[in-house]
Nanobody, 125 residues
Framework: QAQLVESGGGLVQPGGSLRLSCVAP????????IAWSRQASGKEREGVLC????????YYADSVKGRFTISKDNDRNTVYLQMNSLKPEDTAVYYC??????????????????WGQGTQVTVSS
């Protein structure tokens, strides 16, 4: 499974916004679901949300509902994670992973296993 390249992290104040990018170098995102996960220091990696090959969204983390959205630009082979109303507890390294799919829905989070190098997001005043 190919790895994707994450970018867009940084330092932001609580209540602020960031948009992360996940680029597929050299291959099309057609027929792939893309998931974002995050790992805070000293904690296990957790699933955040996913966009299916039909652009349907699945949330793996209830804590981000209403604040995070995911979108895809097929022409740019890029998936975006828009994060609004950021909280200090959102501080983590964020990763994305592709998963070849044959149906409409996002697969379970545990089926994603090709995470990139990640991008650090720090929410602090």
């Amino acid at each position: 499974q190919a790895q994707l390249v994450e970018s867009g992290g940084g330092l932001v104040q609580p209540g602020g916004s960031l948009r992360l990018s996940c680029v597929a170098p050299g291959f099309s995102l057609d027929n792939y679901a893309i998931a974002w996960s995050r790992q805070a220091s000293g904690k296990e990696r957790e699933g955040v949300l996913c966009i299916s090959s039909f652009d349907d969204t699945t949330y793996y983390a209830d804590s981000v509902k209403g604040r995070f959205t995911i979108s895809k630009d097929n022409d740019r082979n890029t998936v975006y994670l828009q994060m609004n109303s950021l909280k200090p507890e959102d501080t983590a390294v964020y990763y994305c992973s592709p998963k070849r799919v044959y149906g409409r829905a996002c697969p379970s989070y545990s089926s994603f296993n090709s995470w990139g190098q990640g991008t650090q997001v720090t929410v602090s005043s």
